[in-house]
């Protein structure tokens, strides 16, 4: 029923000094031969009889506790197995009594002596724990402490306290306990339920929006007898009709908080859902993510571009695999259009501004060379291209239309390069790629080198056989010699390759020194090193 950690005993202890009445509760820890003894002290009502104490579910609270929130009668057994000494002066009695419960006598196999007592009003309670320090009693305190309803103290000192809800966006009453919407997603280490100081994580109800974070709920209950909690421990809540109404309740709150907001962006369908819960809401904010092309190697999940508001001029543009949108890119680098490109969000279809935006549909390549007109769209090249082609003319062709429609004369502007592969996806080298290019000052090696990187390189394939940086590093180096053999010639890509093999060594070239390197295929290496002057 119960770990026996210092956290259940403590929550547990706390919630019954709360139900007894009291108005503070002293935590004290003293250090003893094998351990701390941890004694804990309230005000409260005290207990009339000491026989209940041992008897499971004999807990005798009054009628708005009992059907508020059905307590157990099950807290004392969190301490089953540790010796612990009890003390209560009852309300009802006058009197006081106190009982020693030996670590091994939890069975009800060892009777149990009943003293007198001469305590104040309210119950002690003190048991011995072995193996901890005073700090991390103190910190255990603090933390059950921090959203109990009543002051607690450990060692004299008074253990901060803070509002559950302190935060929120937005916070309602709902039948008895308090409703909070916060900004963010719930992780599940972060509670969402307050039960008088017992924190739970449960997903109460959560709305994403797109490009701002999330929205979620979180209750602070009070009385609310509909709503239960596991028992004995409280850490999770009883699967009812209760529950389902504060899920409801929830997501109520959550759409109010968001209409009480300057603006919002929302997906079209958490739109129409608040409506039909008579919560009208204006449309979302006109804003969409600036079209960057996707890199190879980004598996973050992320939009690249920056998030821009919508004037109506924009035109939607599909995602594209790596090597397609990064010659599309190019080839609308420096023209009107590239600016006005942003990332088509079908979570936003059904707003007004957004249906009206107009579309860039069906981007294609068209290749020319001696021999053939070569279509390439983002799977292959139609007839396919040599792995390596001489272009005389590269264009790209495209549409801007309204979304859906295909009436739009087709526009054209002058490419230099595009990419393809056998399969119409990037792999993690460069030996599967075929390139076409228009040969011009435009399009120079360490140009080519940056576009292959960003279109082709991905190290996730060989992730577990080297690290990310030998990969990349690898890739770069082949990519510069293919990039100097297309675009130069056969000794420029000898001259990268020298030079990659060089650059990893010259860290162990002194300052001031000058290393002369000539051989040829079938001589020795002749390496001269001299001074820097002195090679002048």
């Known amino acids: 029923m119960f770990n026996g950690s210092l956290s259940d005993i403590l929550n547990e202890l706390l919630q019954n000094a709360r139900r007894a009445g009291a108005s503070a509760v002293n935590v004290d820890a003293t250090p003893q031969e094998n351990g701390l003894r941890i004694s804990i002290d309230d005000d409260g009502c005290g207990i009339d009889d000491p026989s209940r104490v041992l008897a499971l579910g004999a807990s005798r609270w009054d009628a708005q506790i009992a059907s508020?929130?059905?307590?157990?009668?099950?807290?004392?057994?969190?301490?089953?197995?540790?010796?612990?000494?009890?003390?209560?002066?009852?309300?009802?009695?006058?009197?006081?009594?106190?009982?020693?419960?030996?670590?091994?006598?939890?069975?009800?196999?060892?009777?149990?002596?009943?003293?007198?007592?001469?305590?104040?009003?309210?119950?002690?309670?003190?048991?011995?724990?072995?193996?901890?320090?005073?700090?991390?009693?103190?910190?255990?305190?603090?933390?059950?402490?921090?959203?109990?309803?009543?002051?607690?103290?450990?060692?004299?000192?008074?253990?901060?306290?803070?509002?559950?809800?302190?935060?929120?966006?937005?916070?309602?009453?709902?039948?008895?306990?308090?409703?909070?919407?916060?900004?963010?997603?719930?992780?599940?280490r972060t509670p969402t339920v307050n039960f008088h100081g017992v924190t739970v994580f449960t997903r109460l109800f959560e709305v994403a929006q797109v490009g701002r974070q999330e929205i979620h709920a979180r209750i602070d209950i009070g009385h609310t007898p509909e709503l239960q909690l596991v028992l004995p421990a409280r850490k999770e809540f009883v699967e009812n009709a209760g529950l389902t109404a504060l899920k409801a309740a929830c997501e109520v709150a959550c759409y109010r908080a968001i209409a009480a907001q300057k603006s919002h962006s929302l997906s079209f369908e958490?739109?129409?859902?608040?409506?039909?819960?008579?919560?009208?809401?204006?449309?979302?904010?006109?804003?969409?993510t600036a079209w960057e092309p996707d890199i190879a190697d980004n598996d973050t999940g992320t939009e690249a571009g920056e998030r821009r508001t919508i004037t109506g001029d924009e035109f939607l543009m599909e995602a594209h695999e790596a090597h397609f949108g990064q010659i599309i890119a190019r080839a609308l680098r420096g023209t009107p259009i590239r600016s006005k490109l942003v990332d088509r969000n079908?979570?936003?279809?059904?707003?007004?501004?957004?249906?009206?935006?107009?579309?860039?549909?069906?981007?294609?390549?068209?290749?020319?060379?001696?021999?053939?007109?070569?279509?390439?769209?983002?799977?292959?090249?139609?007839?396919?291209?040599?792995?390596?082609?001489?272009?005389?003319?590269?264009?790209?062709?495209?549409?801007?239309?309204?979304?859906?429609?295909?009436?739009?004369?087709?526009?054209?502007?002058?490419?230099?390069?595009?990419?393809?592969?056998?399969?119409?996806?990037c792999s993690d080298g460069i030996e599967d790629v075929t390139i076409a290019y228009v040969a011009s000052e435009a399009l120079q090696p360490e140009g080519l080198v940056d576009l292959l990187d960003n279109a082709c390189f991905s190290a996730w394939n060989d992730s577990d056989a080297d690290s990310w940086d030998t990969q990349h590093d690898r890739f770069l180096r082949d990519a510069r010699e293919l990039a100097y053999r297309i675009l130069i010639g056969e000794d420029a890509a000898i001259?990268?390759?020298?030079?990659?093999?060089?650059?990893?060594?010259?860290?162990?070239?002194?300052?001031?020194?000058?290393?002369?390197?000539?051989?040829?295929?079938?001589?020795?290496?002749?390496?001269?090193?001299?001074?820097q002057e002195q090679a002048t």
């Open 495 to 531: 001259a990268s390759q020298f030079r990659d093999a060089i650059a990893r060594i010259m860290w162990t070239l002194p300052k001031g020194k000058k290393v002369t390197i000539a051989f040829t295929h079938d001589s020795p290496i002749d390496v001269t090193v001299c001074d």
């Open 346 to 425: 079908s979570r936003f279809e059904g707003y007004s501004w957004y249906d009206a935006l107009r579309e860039m549909r069906d981007p294609t390549f068209i290749v020319r060379t001696d021999a053939a007109i070569h279509t390439v769209d983002s799977i292959a090249a139609d007839p396919p291209l040599a792995a390596v082609t001489i272009a005389q003319e590269i264009h790209l062709e495209y549409a801007i239309d309204d979304q859906g429609c295909d009436g739009a004369a087709r526009e054209r502007i002058e490419a230099d390069i595009v990419l393809t592969f056998p399969d119409g996806c």
């Open 68 to 188: 508020g929130e059905d307590p157990a009668g099950m807290g004392v057994f969190s301490l089953a197995g540790k010796a612990t000494v009890i003390e209560s002066r009852s309300d009802s009695t006058g009197s006081a009594w106190r009982i020693a419960i030996p670590a091994d006598a939890w069975t009800g196999d060892v009777e149990i002596a009943v003293d007198g007592s001469e305590r104040r009003k309210g119950t002690s309670i003190s048991f011995l724990l072995p193996g901890t320090c005073e700090g991390s009693v103190e910190n255990a305190v603090r933390e059950a402490s921090q959203y109990f309803p009543i002051p607690v103290r450990f060692a004299g000192r008074d253990m901060p306290r803070k509002d559950f809800l302190s935060g929120a966006i937005h916070v309602e009453d709902w039948n008895g306990s308090r409703i909070g919407i916060f900004h963010g997603r719930p992780y599940y």
């Open 270 to 288: 958490s739109y129409t859902r608040a409506a039909s819960l008579g919560i009208p809401l204006a449309e979302a904010e006109a804003a969409l």
